[in-house]
């Protein structure tokens, strides 16, 4: 049978190059927003998270953008390394209720030594 | 510092049985959520818990329930097994819940197997 993983976007960089994981969302009332890193077996972990009041916010070696217009989130890796490899899911908070976040799709992110 | 945890691992199940799946918050935290993820996609926001209410339902049918106990921790329960409920059950805690914004951090998960 088919996989659904087939229809999981899908980066492949290599090691030591810039990532950048893309995701767009649908509710213009969503006002929080934050993405997770998800190890084969393992549950979502915190990466970085970004409010409605900004537009960019810095980590280490992570930069979300929130195009707010185009309602557009981006999450760049700099010099992306092996254990960078998993799949990214950006979420939204929609509404200003902390009790529920949707998940987007997520990309499968493959770092190649 | 101990993060969430979730217990059991694994758990495998036959249609029609009842299962109960255990959820211990980050020490100070005060919310629990759950979440249903099924293999290829992303986290199902299922419920969520502050001070052993519930503050919040998604879209699930009433055989998932859960509570939250006065320590944090949190069950959630789901009866009537269907061969769908096969997936990857995440813990989420917060610190608080429905006043501003609190990021949530994720357990390992339980691994259910309905056959």
């Known amino acids: 049978g088919e996989s659904v993983g087939l229809h999981l976007p899908t980066l492949s960089v290599q090691e030591g190059d810039n990532s950048i994981i893309n995701c767009a969302y649908s509710?213009?009332?969503?006002?929080?927003f934050i993405w997770y890193k998800q190890e084969s077996g393992k549950g979502p972990q915190f990466i970085i998270d970004?409010?409605?009041?900004?537009d960019k916010r810095q980590g280490q070696r992570v930069t979300v953008l929130l195009n707010k217009t185009v309602k557009h989130l981006s999450l760049q890796i700099a010099a992306t390394q092996p254990g960078d490899s998993a799949v990214y899911f950006c979420?939204?908070?929609?509404?200003?209720?902390?009790?529920?976040?949707?998940f987007g799709k997520g990309t499968l992110l493959t770092v190649n030594p | 510092d101990a993060g969430v945890t979730q217990s059991p691992t694994h758990l495998i199940k036959t249609r029609g049985q009842h299962v109960t799946l255990r959820c211990s918050p980050i020490?100070?935290?005060?919310?629990v959520s759950w979440y249903q993820q099924v293999l290829g996609q992303g986290p199902q926001f299922i419920f969520q818990?502050?001070?052993?209410?519930?503050?919040g339902r998604g879209n699930f049918p009433d055989r998932f329930s859960a509570r939250q106990f006065p320590n944090y921790s949190s069950e959630l329960n789901v009866n009537a097994l269907l061969l769908g409920d096969s997936a990857l059950y995440l813990c989420?805690?917060?610190?608080?819940?429905?006043?501003?914004?609190?990021?949530?951090?994720f357990g390992p998960g339980t691994r259910l197997l309905v056959l």
């Open positions: 989420a805690s917060s610190a608080v819940a429905g006043v501003f914004q609190e990021t949530q951090y």
């Open positions: 509710n213009s009332a969503s006002d929080y």
């Open positions: 970004i409010r409605s009041n900004m």
């Open positions: 979420a939204e908070n929609r509404g200003g209720s902390n009790y529920k976040l949707t």
């Open positions: 020490s100070g935290h005060k919310s």
């Open positions: 818990y502050y001070e052993k209410e519930e503050r």
